[in-house]
T-cell receptor
Framework: AQKVTQAQTEISVVEKEDVTLDCVYETRDTTYYLFWYKQPPSGELVFLIRRNSFDEQNEISGRYSWNFQKSTSSFNFTITASQVVDSAVYFCALTPPDNTGKLIFGQGTTLQVKP | ETGVTQTPRHLVMGMTNKKSLKCEQHLGHNAMYWYKQSAKKPLELMFVYSLEERVENNSVPSRFSPECPNSSHLFLHLHTLQPEDSALYLC???????????????FGNGTRLTVT
């Protein structure tokens, strides 16, 4: 069975602090994709990144970076120099290798960045 | 207008009412999805449509009835709902349901449903 766990329910930081959101996944498949989505107060989920199971290179996009480690089944997300606009719920998700476009989401981490 | 649009944004209905949620995508995608987001629970996939054909029904009660008349529109018809059905219902689309690896889901803003 596949499962995604985001152990941090809520995180509160002060602006300009760095913050890391944890994601641990479970799957028996050798091929899978991992995602991060951001859900601002407006409600829609905004796609941030997709990573396939064969690519363990870390990725950096501006203030965002992702650390994928298959050895620990983790796909952590770090925001550097956080800003108030980063306040949102962040979801980690896993796609199993079937053909239904199904995303298995974690419970989400609510990030509050205070000015 | 671009992206995925959902209407209404908020809906309050009684348990005996019949209502419908509407989703429209302007991305040229072939697959559309309904997800349910309840408080304190992970997002749950409800239905998947690919080229107007339902390819997944994730054990959803029959009081939820989806309809996909074309690849741009998706409806969720609601009938005799329960208070525990109150949630945020999110519509999403992707290039197609078999290429989720290469095509991330694009979500709408959701409909906040309250069943009284």
């Amino acid at each position: 069975a596949q499962k995604v766990t985001q152990a941090q329910t809520e995180i509160s930081v002060v602006e300009k602090e760095d913050v890391t959101l944890d994601c641990v996944y479970e799957t028996r498949d050798t091929t899978y994709y991992l995602f991060w989505y951001k859900q601002p107060p407006s409600g829609e989920l905004v796609f941030l990144i997709r990573r396939n199971s064969f690519d363990e290179q870390n990725e950096i996009s501006g203030r965002y970076s992702w650390n994928f480690q298959k050895s620990t089944s983790s796909f952590n997300f770090t925001i550097t120099a956080s800003q108030v606009v980063d306040s949102a719920v962040y979801f980690c998700a896993l796609t199993p290798p079937d053909n239904t476009g199904k995303l298995i989401f974690g419970q989400g981490t609510t990030l509050q960045v205070k000015p | 207008e671009t992206g995925v649009t959902q209407t209404p944004r908020h809906l309050v209905m009684g348990m005996t009412n019949k209502k419908s949620l509407k989703c429209e995508q302007h991305l040229g995608h072939n697959a559309m999805y309904w997800y349910k987001q309840s408080a304190k629970k992970p997002l749950e996939l409800m239905f998947v449509y690919s080229l107007e054909e339902r390819v997944e029904n994730n054990s959803v009660p029959s009081r939820f009835s989806p309809e996909c008349p074309n690849s741009s529109h998706l409806f969720l018809h609601l009938h005799t709902l329960q208070p525990e059905d109150s949630a945020l219902y999110l519509c999403a689309s992707s290039q197609d349901s078999k290429s989720s690896y290469n095509s991330p889901l694009h979500f709408g803003n959701g409909t906040r449903l309250t069943v009284t």
